[in-house]
């Protein structure tokens, strides 16, 4: 069975800072990547995805994640956030062929202003 | 833009009650889901649909939980008797024809069991 880490709990940064959130998964198949939001009040939407090819991906509101399978990694990345992006950010992950969904546990990103 | 539907967006009961939750996922949508999400965790797939068949229950707790999609349209979970372990956020998504693999969600009905 696969299993998504994300050892970052809380991130706190300042307006206008660089972003990286840790991704790493467990599984020795194919799989498709997902990088969930969830601003506060609001459901979870996706932000990015990557089912194959450029393992470099853009998503939504300039975020971008980055596949390294030799490290079962796809972090997270932006290069200057903004205080709208205080939210809640899911890593998930499925094996190719099956659509179960596997999350890691978040991680909380506080931007002051 | 069309989102999935779900009701109550809160419920209250007390321990060893009947509570439902409902769902209707996006127009068109053949592929439901249910999950759990526990404060300070990811969400966790309790029941997967494919049209009105369930694909995968492997991780509902079927002695209490039960969830139904008769018409392969809209959905109810159901728990009976409720449970303090049960306190979360019961999230539905939906996801198009099988191998769609994006997932849209819907609000969530946060449940707290006193």
Redesign the interface.
Known sequence: AQSVSQHNHHVILSEAASLELGCNYSYGGTVNLFWYVQYPGQHLQLLLKYFSGDPLVKGIKGFEAEFIKSKFSFNLRKPSVQWSDTAEYFCAVNAFGNEKLTFGTGTRLTIIP | EAE?AQSPRYKITEKSQAVAFWCDPISGHA?L?WYRQIL??????LV?FQDESV??DSQLPKDRFSAERLKGVDSTLKIQPAELGDSAMY?C?S?PE???????????TRLTVT
């Open positions: 999935v592929t889901y300070g965790q990811g969400p966790e797939l997967q694909v995968d999230l998504a996801s099988q191998g769609g693999y994006e997932q849209y969600f819907g609000p969530g």
